[in-house]
């Protein structure tokens, strides 16, 4: 039990029977953090409720969450409510937050999607639901901020209807008067009441029309579809019994039937109550939906049951990185318990780690336990090599469990410290950052000597930049990456490269003749064809070295020349003064004489993108590509209602495209990219890239 109203964690030991994974996900401002304090609140743990305007909610703590009043990380909310543990996860709306979401869908038995009751089902929830769905996890809506003036609980009601499908079943349903909530009627138990400073007053049923007898009717028609009996009963006129509804609907929900409504208002604390006891009736416990399957040590499927009794077996969901504590792990246990001072194996290292201190975690606090058993969530701290979608396990039985299907990142900057010579705290804090962010990617393009950060958007960049500052002291700037671009030449040429430099003692002689062609390859190609010893063999490493080194620079703007076959012809030597250096200089002068004319042209990289966006956006988004003097290769239906555009797009128009596409498909869209080949860049385009580049200089 709570021990404490003032935020001291503690609660007792659960079995999986009693223990519910939700996960709260929607789109962004719907209410899922002030659900979460709700939540607490309702259940003692706290002496006041939060508010996300005054930045002292339980789930919000990150300075930068607080700072810009939204939720930018999944967070560990566990709650206790008759005799059941529930650990809510509270996960980020934005779009460019979407690791979170992943993050708490791969540790839910089911979800609960949270509507506004102003704007409606917007992207937010349906990709919510779509996330929830591909996991095959339970999902349960709830219709929030119905306390507001604009609030329509059955225009969205509708909307979920018309957009999730028949599987929609309302439970908890308001009665409104002038656009005000009277009351809140349980459908299951048919009581309705009202609520007086967050507390439930039973009230007589509203009459409210035929409206109450065609919900009431809904539910008894998704119940009758979950079995035969339940059928056969419906059909001879029989009532259902409540616990026949509550088991027929249980049964619905877990295996996805069924998407049950509530609905209420957090801020308020207004039928928070119903969706906590709905979701001891309906979601699905940590028993029977905790079990997974992995692969064994030979790649074999091991089917895992949730017992507390077997051998241990754990998924990594959450990192959290501190400058200063380390790493903090979350995970959760699929089978067997996770003790102190256990060694486990990481079977994506295949070395074994101790495990120290174990904690229950809530927010921002954290507080020790004994152990963690099976179905229920806890936090490590201290691990050396593990990291989120590792599998810890006994290392008599090692099982390799799914990881966290993350998305790949899809907006890239250059970053540069503000203060010269803090290259390498960047570096050090930018890896540790994407340790606890996997959606974060961190480069060092050794071509361009720009350290390049990539993610999810323009937001997830910016909170990535702050926090690299406030946890790490360092301070960057940003600017759009260079793009890699190649030359090459299109006419073969020959030419005499000769070096001779005397002075006091040995002097410098070599001479060479070389022929250059375009040839079909990613680096220079050299070959030899000396006859007669005018150059001897000794010498021919350092011609070459000569090349490879004068190709690494081209003529036009200073990158680096490829696709072109260097052959020695001839040449002449000295038997003092030619030495290997002498040769090296004489390929040097050649390569500079030969090149501007030889026809050289800019090359720019081309990347092969596949855009998946609604079929009404399709018109759209292909224009956009040619504008970009993209080619449309194809066009392929795909899963959630999307179309896959396969195109090829030159790297240097892409610049701003995650932002472009976002905003046209209203966040719905999505894309991947990967470099496929370079091609001539138009002479405009070519252009404009060497003059900026001398501008530079």
């Known amino acids: 039990m709570w021990i404490s109203r003032k935020g001291v964690l503690n609660l007792k030991t659960y079995g999986a029977k009693n223990i519910r994974n939700v996960v709260l996900a929607g789109h962004a401002d719907a209410g899922k953090t002030s659900l979460a304090e709700a939540a607490c609140f309702l259940t003692g743990q706290l002496d006041r409720l939060g508010k996300i305007a005054d930045g002292n909610t339980v789930s919000d703590f990150?300075?930068?969450?607080?700072?810009?009043?939204?939720?930018?990380?999944?967070?560990?909310?566990?709650?206790?409510?008759?005799?059941?543990?529930?650990?809510?996860?509270?996960?980020?709306?934005?779009?460019?937050?979407?690791?979170?979401?992943?993050?708490?869908?791969?540790?839910?038995?089911?979800?609960?999607?949270?509507?506004?009751?102003?704007?409606?089902?917007?992207?937010?929830?349906?990709?919510?639901?779509?996330?929830?769905?591909?996991?095959?996890?339970?999902?349960?809506?709830?219709?929030?901020?119905?306390?507001?003036?604009?609030?329509?609980?059955?225009?969205?009601?509708?909307?979920?209807?018309t957009k999730i499908g028949p599987s929609v079943c309302p439970l908890v349903v308001p009665h409104v008067v002038d656009h005000k909530?009277?009351?809140?009627?349980?459908?299951?138990?048919?009581?309705?009441?009202?609520?007086?400073?967050?507390?439930?007053?039973?009230?007589?049923?509203?009459?409210?029309?035929?409206?109450?007898?065609?919900?009431?009717?809904?539910?008894?028609?998704?119940?009758?579809e979950t079995s035969e009996e339940l059928m056969e009963k419906y059909f001879s006129g029989e009532e259902f019994t409540p616990d026949e509804l509550i088991t027929g609907l249980a049964h619905g929900v877990r295996v996805g039937d069924i998407a049950p409504v509530f609905c209420g208002s957090a801020t308020e604390m207004e039928a928070i109550d119903q969706l906590l006891t709905g979701l001891l009736w309906l979601a699905p416990w940590a028993e029977t939906v905790a079990g997974e399957t992995g692969k064994g040590a030979h790649d074999e499927p091991v089917t895992l049951p949730v017992d507390e009794t077997a051998e241990t077996v754990a998924t990594v969901f959450k990192t959290v990185v501190d400058p200063f504590v380390g790493k903090l792990l979350y995970f959760k246990v699929i089978s067997g318990k996770v003790m102190p001072d256990m060694t486990l194996l990481n079977t994506r290292t295949g070395e074994t780690e101790k495990l120290g201190k174990l904690f229950c975690v809530r927010g921002k606090k954290q507080t020790e336990v004994p152990f963690v058993p099976a179905g229920d969530i806890g936090a490590v701290a201290k691990l050396a090599m593990a990291g989120t979608g590792d599998t810890l396990c006994s290392p008599s039985r090692p099982i390799t469990l799914p990881g966290v299907p993350f998305d790949e990142p899809c907006l890239s900057m250059a970053v540069s410290p503000v203060k010269k010579g803090e290259e390498e705290k960047v570096a050090s804090g930018l890896t540790k950052l994407a340790e606890e962010d996997p959606t974060i990617r961190f480069t060092q393009n050794t071509e361009t000597k720009q350290m390049i950060l990539s993610g999810m958007g323009e937001q997830h960049i910016d909170v990535i930049v702050s926090k690299l500052k406030a946890k790490f002291g360092v301070e960057v700037a940003l600017e759009a990456p260079q793009v890699a671009y190649r030359e090459t030449i299109r006419k073969k040429v020959k030419v005499q490269g000769r070096h001779k430099k005397q002075s006091g003692g040995h002097g410098?002689?070599?001479?060479?003749?070389?022929?250059?062609?375009?040839?079909?390859?990613?680096?220079?190609?050299?070959?030899?064809?000396?006859?007669?010893?005018?150059?001897?063999?000794?010498?021919?490493?350092?011609?070459?070295?000569?090349?490879?080194?004068?190709?690494?620079?081209?003529?036009?703007?200073?990158?680096?020349?490829?696709?072109?076959?260097?052959?020695?012809?001839?040449?002449?030597?000295?038997?003092?003064?030619?030495?290997?250096?002498?040769?090296?200089?004489?390929?040097?002068?050649?390569?500079?004489?030969?090149?501007?004319?030889?026809?050289?042209?800019l090359l720019e990289?081309?990347?092969?993108?596949?855009?998946?966006?609604?079929?009404?956006?399709?018109?759209?988004?292909?224009?956009?590509?040619?504008?970009?003097?993209?080619?449309?290769?194809?066009?392929?239906?795909?899963?959630?209602?999307?179309?896959?555009?396969?195109?090829?797009v030159p790297e240097g128009e892409m610049g701003d495209y995650a932002t472009m596409l976002r905003s046209s498909t209203q966040g719905r869209g999505w894309f991947t990219m990967a470099f496929e080949r370079y091609e001539e860049a138009p002479q405009a385009v070519a252009d404009k890239v060497i003059a900026a580049r001398k501008a530079a200089e």
């Open 62 to 161: 990150d300075p930068e969450e607080i700072r810009r009043g939204v939720s930018v990380s999944a967070s560990l909310v566990p709650i206790e409510w008759k005799d059941t543990k529930i650990n809510f996860i509270d996960t980020p709306g934005l779009f460019d937050f979407v690791g979170g979401l992943r993050e708490g869908i791969r540790a839910a038995g089911s979800a609960v999607i949270v509507v506004s009751g102003k704007s409606g089902v917007t992207v937010g929830a349906e990709k919510a639901y779509a996330a929830a769905h591909k996991k095959g996890i339970a999902k349960i809506f709830f219709v929030n901020k119905l306390d507001r003036e604009s609030a329509d609980f059955y225009k969205v009601f509708e909307e979920l209807k």
């Open 181 to 224: 909530v009277q009351c809140y009627i349980n459908l299951l138990t048919y009581q309705a009441y009202k609520y007086e400073n967050g507390k439930p007053v039973s009230v007589p049923i509203p009459d409210m029309g035929h409206r109450l007898d065609g919900l009431r009717t809904a539910i008894s028609e998704a119940v009758a």
């Open 508 to 601: 410098q002689f070599g001479d060479v003749w070389i022929e250059f062609e375009p040839w079909d390859t990613e680096e220079l190609v050299f070959e030899e064809k000396v006859f007669g010893g005018s150059v001897p063999k000794n010498f021919f490493p350092a011609v070459e070295k000569g090349l490879r080194d004068a190709s690494k620079e081209g003529v036009l703007a200073g990158f680096p020349l490829v696709g072109v076959k260097a052959t020695l012809l001839d040449g002449s030597y000295h038997p003092v003064d030619s030495s290997e250096m002498a040769f090296k200089m004489a390929a040097s002068i050649a390569y500079k004489a030969a090149i501007p004319d030889a026809s050289p042209v």
């Open 605 to 648: 990289p081309v990347n092969a993108v596949q855009v998946y966006v609604p079929s009404d956006n399709t018109g759209d988004i292909m224009g956009d590509i040619t504008k970009r003097r993209g080619r449309v290769l194809g066009m392929t239906p795909d899963e959630d209602n999307l179309t896959r555009i396969d195109a090829e």
